[in-house]
């Protein structure tokens, strides 16, 4: 069985965490937990609120990701093959902190909150070239598109009130 339950980070841990994802291109840093080779994947994702990231989905019949909110307010989409939005969700501290995303799902993830840190696991070996599928319709990371395209999904969602 699986080991579902989040590790505490210290204050140092996640004060490293969100100054890393601050310094990074990308504005989100990875904290891994899980070692090369395990067949269940752990990581803490720090995140600043301008990250974008690409919409993906994680091939196989069992690739589920689980995705648990730690600190701040974080949109996650579903699209349907064309890249229109089937469905969101809002996670939130005192509401809901977890969405289990299906596999063969695209998704993405909106920051809702200056920085947000999730805990996700997803069974599987982990091998970069084949654990996520980008989506074609969807502008890559680091252009002007892609920003763009992140204010359109965060319209979506009513942010002012945070």
């Keep these: ?3 579902i339950s ?13 100054s890393n994802a601050a310094m990074s291109k990308r504005r989100r840093h990875g904290h891994i937990l899980h070692k090369q080779g395990d067949l269940f994947n752990r990581v803490f994702s ?9 919409p993906h989905l994680h091939p196989g019949e069992k690739s589920c990701e689980d995705i648990y909110l ?8 579903y699209f349907d093959n064309s890249g229109n939005i089937m469905e969101k969700f809002c996670l939130e501290e005192n509401c809901l902190t977890h969405v289990r995303v299906p ?8 920051m809702l909150t200056d920085q947000v840190l999730t805990y996700e696991t997803m069974d599987g ?7 996520k599928t980008v989506a074609p319709w969807a502008p890559k990371e680091g252009g002007l ?9 965060k319209s979506k969602f009513n ?3 945070r």
């Design 1 to 3: 069985m699986n080991d």
């Design 6 to 18: 989040i590790h505490l980070l210290s204050n140092g841990e996640t004060t490293a965490g969100f």
């Design 46 to 54: 720090f995140a600043m609120i301008d990250s974008y990231m690409q």
């Design 70 to 77: 730690v600190k701040g307010a974080l949109g996650i989409m």
């Design 103 to 110: 596999s063969n799902m695209w998704h993405t993830y909106i």
């Design 125 to 131: 070996l982990y091998d970069p070239a084949t654990w």
């Design 145 to 153: 598109e892609a920003v763009e395209y992140l204010m359109n999904l």
């Design 159 to 161: 942010i002012q009130q």
